[in-house]
């Protein structure tokens, strides 16, 4: 499409930006390892390559759908004028950075997909080899969209297009389109096939099963066949929509769990053929049609010994695997059992702009965000395909809701996974309610989303929760030019009055707060680690990812900001041997005083990596 390779070189163009935090808008800001940043999306990419390269388990994202009424970023691929001319429309009448990309534009999935292609160059690199991008459209631009994965991310790390079923509308002239995509892309599939990774997620109703599984052990203690009759009794009295009704096959009960009858076949057909010998008969037992589940001989037998083969009466029927639903508490799981009580996901998911609804408006009030996705289908998401410490990536933010959905799951499993939201600060609409209810962005209307749902999910934890309280809190940072100030000019272009505005080569309404976090976004290091301050000789000294002496490890990072740093600061600094240690120019009085910053470290810490801005 025109402007392709333009997207391809704005995705590789440095920039001079970085990331100023805001711990007055931020939630638990000491403490929290989330993160919110307003800003265009693909300067944020850029801005977290270092920091964040192969470190996300999984990206969310819903971007525009380019229905010809929605807003899409405009990238500055212009190179001249004429280009200018001919690439339309990448700019409104104000120099925004949005523009509605209505269907009369020549360009119309052009601009969408230079958009869209740019940004997930950049998102690939931020994941996992393991790592997972789940992205929703509709049929718009669903072909295109799969074609630029397709190049992104190879046609072989295809996993799946996900259906979600919505309202059927039935003012439309030929069919209702109900329905909505969701494309899923491995980084590498081959990562996931050499680590064994299998998605899996819970059996609807396998909870309530195992719930009164460990019911009935308390009162029948090892007496499996009353324990048996028990849970078929249970099953007998669940309401027919139950989910719990849908496992009732799972009736069986033995020393290691809950069970059903399994059948021997190989899945697919094909399988081997061998002899099997019945224990009573001695005879070889009947072949299932599709072969012996298990590859070798020496593999079926090892089943048996393991009590997980059950033989019929004669050889004339082949025997039952017996596949459990619930094990016994405490019971060493065969590799085999690991996904018990689980399965696949399937492709095919009720979306319902109903729920999310109402959970807007209960959080913020009625008509604050329109179509909001539901926090419990991104939920299963990143459930289904993450642990406990993952990072999960949202840079279409929009009213934040995979922060929520991340929240609640870590509150459900006691996980201590980490979200990164990133949204532009699009204003609302002044006639909307959203600008009447006082949100001025969409980012108020995602920051104000995550406090107040952060608040619901703690107080409304089970006391009798095992779990310690989930991470609610967000840091909150913007994007902004560099707080370094550019001295790009040339001789012939300085003047006497310039002189005085270069004696800092920072900018003057910068803080501490953003000189550090811009020398770890430099430096690569995450955001989200804890740090504190402290005063050594009337110096405020920063120390980032704070070390642990007694395990001999050092700080991440001490950064001292001050002006005129006495060398005993720095000595105390230095001899605490840390990894890195950063000033600002301004800190030495003269040029011999800061080169003998580096002497002091060479001394006291040879290893540590100093940097002066």
């Not at 399965?343 to 109402?358: A, D, N, R, W």
């Not at 790009?488 to 505005?501: A, C, F, R, V």
């Amino acid at each position: 499409w025109v402007g392709k390779k333009a997207s391809i070189v704005e995705a590789n163009k440095p920039i001079r930006k970085t990331l100023r935090p805001c711990p007055a808008e931020s939630k638990n800001w000491d403490d929290t390892e989330n993160l919110y940043i307003e800003g265009d999306n693909l300067e944020a990419l850029k801005l977290l390559q270092e920091s964040y390269l192969g470190k996300v388990k999984m990206i969310y994202i819903d971007p525009p759908y380019n229905t010809g009424n929605d807003f899409i970023y405009a990238d500055d691929f212009m190179r001249s004028q004429d280009e200018e001319n001919r690439q339309m429309g990448m700019y409104d009448e104000d120099k925004n950075r949005l523009f509605k990309n209505n269907d009369s534009n020549g360009r119309f999935h052009s601009d969408w997909c230079s958009m869209m292609y740019s940004r997930l160059m950049l998102a690939r690199n931020l994941l996992t080899d393991d790592g997972v991008i789940f992205i929703s459209i509709d049929d718009n631009e669903q072909k295109n969209l799969e074609n630029i994965c397709g190049e992104i991310f190879s046609n072989e790390n295809f996993l799946a297009c996900l259906i979600w079923e919505k309202t059927r509308k039935n003012d439309a002239r030929f069919f209702s389109t109900g329905h909505e995509y969701m494309l899923v892309y491995a980084k590498s599939v081959a990562s996931l096939l050499g680590n064994n990774v299998y998605f899996r997620e819970e059996k609807p109703g396998a909870a309530e099963i195992y719930a009164e599984y460990l019911r009935l052990q308390q009162l029948y203690g090892t007496d499996c066949a009353k324990i048996q009759d028990g849970l078929q009794d249970f099953y007998s009295h669940l309401p027919k929509d139950h989910p719990a009704k849908k496992l009732s096959r799972y009736n069986k009960v033995d020393e290691n769990g809950v069970w059903r009858d399994d059948n021997m076949s190989w899945p697919g057909g094909k399988g081997p053929s061998y002899d099997v010998i019945h224990p009573i008969t001695g005879k070889p037992c009947a072949v299932p049609p599709g072969g012996w589940r298990y590859s070798t001989p020496e593999k079926m037998q090892e089943m048996i010994n393991k009590g997980k083969v059950v033989f019929r009466k004669d050889e004339t029927l082949p025997p039952i695997k017996k596949t459990y639903l619930v094990r016994k508490p405490g019971k060493s799981a065969d590799p085999e059992d690991e996904n018990v009580g689980k399965q696949v996901m399937g492709t095919y998911f009720y979306k319902s702009y109903l729920q999310s609804s109402i959970v807007m408006e209960n959080l913020l009030g009625k008509g604050i965000f329109e179509y909001s996705k539901d926090h419990e289908v991104i939920k299963r998401m990143i459930s289904y395909v993450t642990s406990s410490n993952d990072t999960i990536l949202d840079f279409f933010s929009g009213s934040a809701t995979t922060a929520h959905a991340v929240m609640q799951l870590n509150a459900n499993d006691g996980g201590h996974r980490k979200f990164i939201m990133v949204q532009l600060p699009e204003s609302c609409d002044e006639k909307s309610e959203a600008y009447k209810a006082g949100y001025k962005t969409i980012c108020d209307i995602g920051k104000e989303r995550i406090r107040r749902a952060g608040d619901n999910i703690i107080s409304e934890r089970n006391t009798a929760n095992a779990y310690p309280p989930p991470d609610v809190g967000f840091r909150v940072f913007k994007l902004d030019t560099s707080s370094v100030k550019d001295v790009y000019y040339s001789t012939d272009e300085y003047s006497q009055t310039m002189l005085t505005g270069l004696e800092s080569n920072i900018k003057e309404d910068r803080t501490d707060l953003d000189l550090l976090f811009g020398c770890l976004l430099d430096w690569g290091l995450p955001l989200s680690m804890p740090y504190r301050s402290e005063k050594i000789d009337n110096c405020t000294v920063h120390t980032y990812a704070p070390g642990d002496a007694a395990l001999n490890v050092p700080d991440a990072l001490i950064a001292c900001f001050d002006s005129n740093v006495p060398e005993n600061v720095i000595k105390e600094i230095a001899k605490r041997k840390l990894r890195r240690a950063v000033f600002r120019d301004s800190s030495f009085a003269s040029s011999p005083e800061k080169i003998n910053v580096f002497e002091i470290f060479k001394l006291y810490a040879q290893d540590t990596d100093v940097k002066v801005i």
